[in-house]
């Protein structure tokens, strides 16, 4: 049974089994709520329900980056919800079908593209808006941060002081970490391009894997970046 947990007073993270243990978020605001990061195939039977239940009433989906394991179940859940879903120009062709799935590099990759022959891991999204730099959308202002896939970005919830950073960082347990190199297109772009976020005030990191961080997480980033630049 899929739980949704308060992280924040607008932020909240569905507590729900997915193949890839991808962190699937809502932020809630007078409009409704925003789904950032679906997650893989698989999770929009849930998400769906919640929606047709009234429990979540979707305003708009974003997302982080285009990878399956972010962004599998999309294409599901746009089409049955009719809302829009944003993404960044640069990831857009690996979301709409002109570009194969955007696959990550290693071992991974070639067991995800084993099993995309009997999977379709990222059905193409044919309702795509585009998510610009600095422009907030319901409360949440994106960042690229490029490398982990080409449009990376990084979402702010200035209010909640809230970070949600995707595949830019990922935590296990209390520690920080860069995603394994395999795992990003080009991981010397990404951990250059990760030192933004020492220019960006929050209090609490939101990772696409991994338990999120709540409290002065801005300056625990801070400390991890500045030991790896």
Not at 23 to 50: H, K, M
Not at 145 to 169: I, M, N, Q
Not at 186 to 212: I, K, N, T, Y
Request: glycine residues 8%; contains cysteine.
């Amino acid at each position: 049974m899929a739980e949704l947990v308060e992280i924040t007073p607008h932020v909240y993270r569905l507590d729900l089994l997915n193949a890839t243990a991808t962190n699937i978020y809502y932020v809630r605001d007078d409009e409704g709520w925003s789904l950032v990061d679906p997650g893989p195939v698989g999770t929009a039977p849930t998400i769906l329900s919640l929606d047709r239940t009234g429990e979540l009433r979707l305003a708009r989906i974003l997302v982080t980056h285009a990878h399956p394991a972010h962004a599998g179940s999309l294409s599901r859940v746009v089409r049955g919800t009719g809302v829009v879903a944003y993404a960044h120009p640069d990831d857009m062709p690996f979301l709409d079908g002109r570009q194969p799935p955007l696959l990550p590099r290693g071992r991974t990759g070639q067991w995800m593209e084993a099993l995309s022959k009997v999977v379709d891991l990222c059905p193409p999204v044919f309702k795509l808006e585009a998510i610009e730099e600095g422009v907030p959308i319901a409360g949440l202002t994106p960042y690229v941060v490029s490398g982990h896939s080409p449009g990376h970005v990084v979402l702010l919830h200035e209010a909640d002081r809230a970070l949600l950073c995707g595949d830019v960082l990922q935590t296990e347990g209390e520690q920080i970490s860069f995603c394994a190199d395999d795992l990003s297109e080009d991981p010397v772009a990404a951990r250059a391009s990760a030192q933004r976020l020492r220019d960006l005030e929050f209090d609490h990191l939101l990772p696409g894997h991994g338990a999120p961080l709540v409290g002065r997480a801005s300056d625990r980033v801070r400390l991890f970046l500045s030991e790896r630049t």
